[in-house]
């Protein structure tokens, strides 16, 4: 069975930094895309980053380029996502999932997808 725990979330003021962290069991990181989504109050799921071990690509979404990152360490089948230079829309409940899709350029969104319960990121202005 797949579990997903998501840790590392909390409250911060603009222009902060968090780490978040996922760790899996029941799926190796080696061979199954794994990626962040997050919920903002009142709005859908969206993709945020994800990242593909077996190629080595990574995805970000348009808004998170350049202050997001998302690394694993596969040993600790863990998932990273650091996030820098933080703003108040990134406020959200954010979510690990896996197996997912994902490529460079595409991060795919199935509600069938194992989700973890999610860490609450707050950034306050």
């Known amino acids: 069975e797949v579990q997903l725990v998501e840790s590392g979330g909390g409250l911060v003021q603009a222009g902060g930094s968090l780490r978040l962290s996922c760790v899996v069991s029941?799926?190796?990181?080696?061979?199954?895309?794994i990626g962040w989504f997050r919920q903002a109050p009142g709005k859908e799921r969206e993709g945020v980053s994800c990242?593909?071990?077996?190629?080595?690509?990574?995805y970000y979404e348009d808004s998170v380029k350049g202050r997001f990152t998302i690394s694993s360490d596969n040993a600790k089948n863990t998932v990273y996502l650091q996030m820098n230079s933080l703003k108040p829309d990134d406020t959200a409940v954010y979510y690990c999932?896996?197996?997912?899709?994902?490529?460079?350029?595409?991060?795919?969104?199935?509600?069938?997808?194992?989700w973890g319960k999610g860490t609450l990121v707050t950034v306050s202005s």
């Open positions: 029941g799926v190796s990181l080696d061979d199954h895309p």
């Open positions: 990242i593909n071990y077996s190629d080595g690509s990574t």
């Open positions: 999932a896996s197996p997912i899709a994902c490529s460079s350029y595409y991060i795919g969104y199935d509600e069938a997808y194992r």
